[in-house]
């Protein structure tokens, strides 16, 4: 998807200065977790975004966060995201309502290589809430289902209260050119799936390793954990891809607050090869 | 025909994969087919464990029985996978109890059998271990990851 002219004036003309956007809905996804989808008050604007791109959202009066954007790619009159609310600005952002302003500024970083993979098997691993980044790259998958080999997805929550976007993996489950499959670490009562971290399904997951890309997000021990895992099965690093986090702030590498050994993961990043990133994700000190 | 069905059905198997011709006659001459159907015990917790088994196709889970409360229910296993370990560990009693969670078909091997064939020819004792270890250190890896309780909000 090429970036339109009007998104490359926004974002070159004044990347530090935050777009005024409207909440147009909230849902709760989870006890933690909502999605707000946001409108630009400015009349026209269009939103267009690579799937894996993040925005920095700012709560006004309280702060600005960095939270992936979670919706559909090509509906680019609005901009979804997808949240935990773990901190003073997420609680804060969690109890905006429909009707409410937040400033918004990006997107940045980088994004799911979607193109590269045409004719090959996706795997598209989540852990957590870390389905919303992947969640764009699904949909631009799904609306050009041709274009792959098989598409998967495994993903994995706490429990079976904490799955993200419940009915639309029910939708996805009943397509039959996507595989779904979901696991829990905890399974509760009633709870017929899976249970097991998200990597033990990587072995049980019909994918050709010779011909697959990966896409992986989560918290960055399980991310680590599952290229290890999609590493044993075959698939070459090069075609594995995760998002990472640090504590990005400008989103445009000049405060160096997300700086990862060489590179910022606002700019260089969020999306990674593993290959870019496997000397580093291993060290603690970086 | 059983007996091909089985032979078949053990050679492909990705765990028995590079297993001596003779070994695999021998371990095929301790297998059964079995059915469970969905809440049906495999094994329960405190019981000898004799055999293990080779899901061929259902869901079985592997649970914790607590007094008064539901099971822990702490991993399912499926089409594929390979059921049970204590049967080569003394005293050989089952440490979870294992239950169809779906209508499940498996290969369950005589394990009592194998073991004295392990201890006579420590070369199929060898290739027995080494997949067991895998299979070992991949339930032990992903028990240590649940334990981080990743997802969790601190």
């Known amino acids: ?286 | 025909m059983a007996i091909e069905t089985l032979e078949k059905l053990l050679a492909e198997h990705p765990f028995f994969k590079g297993l001596k011709k003779e070994y695999l006659e021998l371990i095929i001459g301790c297998a059964r087919n079995v059915f469970y159907k969905p809440g049906e015990f495999i094994f329960r917790e405190g019981e000898e464990a004799n055999e293990f088994y080779v899901i061929r196709d259902g869901k079985v889970s592997l649970e914790f029985s607590s007094p008064g409360k539901e099971p822990i229910v702490i991993q399912t296993l499926e089409d594929g996978e390979v059921l049970g370990w204590s049967w080569l560990v003394p005293p050989y009693y089952w440490h979870f109890s294992a239950r169809a969670v779906e209508p499940t078909r498996a290969i369950a091997l005589d394990g009592k059998c194998l073991r004295t064939k392990c201890e006579e020819d420590h070369n199929l004792g060898y290739e027995l271990l080494k997949r067991f270890v895998t299979i070992v250190e991949q339930r032990l890896q992903a028990t240590r990851i649940q334990l981080l309780d990743l997802y969790g909000s601190q």
């Not at chain 1, 707000?36 to 400015?42: F, S």
């Not at chain 1, 975004?49 to 920095?56: A, C, E, S």
């Not at chain 1, 992936?68 to 952002?93: L, N």
């Open chain 1, 1 to 286: 998807m090429e970036v339109s002219e009007r998104e490359i004036l926004v974002v070159e003309k004044n990347p530090m200065l935050p777009q005024i956007f409207q909440i147009r809905s909230r849902k709760q996804e989870t006890s933690d977790t909502f999605t707000l989808e946001l409108e630009p008050v400015e009349a026209g604007v269009e939103f267009i975004f690579k799937p894996g791109q993040f925005n920095m959202l700012y709560v006004f009066g309280v702060g600005e966060v960095p939270i992936s954007i979670s919706g559909d790619p090509e509906k680019v009159s609005r901009v979804t995201h997808t949240t935990r609310m773990v901190g003073t600005v997420t609680k804060a952002m969690g109890k905006l309502k429909k009707g409410d302003l937040i400033g918004v500024r990006g997107p940045f970083g980088s994004s799911w290589p979607v193109d590269k993979c045409s004719g090959c098997d996706v795997v598209i691993v989540a852990g957590g809430i870390g389905l919303a980044p992947l969640r764009p790259a699904i949909y631009y998958i799904l609306r050009r289902r041709e274009n792959y080999n098989k598409a998967i997805l495994l993903y994995g929550a706490r429990t079976p209260d904490d799955i993200l976007y419940k009915h639309e993996i029910e939708k996805w489950k009943s397509r039959f050119d996507f595989e779904v499959y979901v696991t829990v670490d905890r399974g509760t009562s009633g709870w017929k799936g899976n249970v097991g971290v998200v990597t033990t399904l990587i072995p049980r997951a019909p994918f050709d390793p010779q011909n697959t890309i990966a896409f992986v997000c989560g918290p960055e021990i399980m991310m680590r954990f599952t290229a290890l895992e999609l590493i044993k099965r075959g698939v070459s690093e090069n075609n594995i891809f995760i998002s990472m986090e640090r504590n990005m702030k400008c989103g445009i590498g000049l405060c160096g607050h997300c700086q990862f050994g060489p590179v910022f993961v606002c700019k260089d990043g969020p999306v990674f090869s593993y290959s870019q990133v496997k000397n580093l994700i291993f060290k603690r000190e970086i």
